[in-house]
């Protein structure tokens, strides 16, 4: 059942991200609330049969949270005439993505 419901998922944080109030931060207000009710489902139902792969599924949507968190600085900061390219959260966004496949890796240890 839960394959169902992260398709479910997937398809409405890209139809947000694509279709609703382009280029405003609603857009990623919206992908918020999407991630946030995905986020409180995984905890309470905790759908794989491996603690290990509840914890990667957990660890993944924390980091897709903290990337629209610098996506919505991003856009905050570029309507106010700044930029924040070059910052070091640009370095620790692109670490924890990339560290994502890595997590059974840490996880065994």
């Known amino acids: 059942y839960f394959e169902l419901i992260e398709m479910a998922r997937k398809l409405l944080m890209t139809s ?9 931060t609603a857009q990623i207000a919206g992908a918020y609330l999407v991630l946030w009710g995905a986020l ?3 905890l309470k139902a905790q759908p794989y049969a491996r603690s290990a792969l509840n914890g ?3 660890y993944a949507l924390i980091v897709q949270g903290v990337t629209l968190f610098y996506g919505l600085m ?3 900061e570029r309507s106010s005439g700044g930029s924040v390219e070059g910052s070091v959260l640009q370095y620790v966004v692109f670490g924890m993505c990339a560290s994502v496949p890595a997590y059974p890796i840490f996880d065994a240890f």
């Open 16 to 24: 947000i991200m694509t279709f609703y109030f382009p280029g405003t």
């Open 74 to 76: 991003e856009k905050s």
């Open 56 to 58: 990667m599924q957990l």
């Open 40 to 42: 409180l489902f995984t």
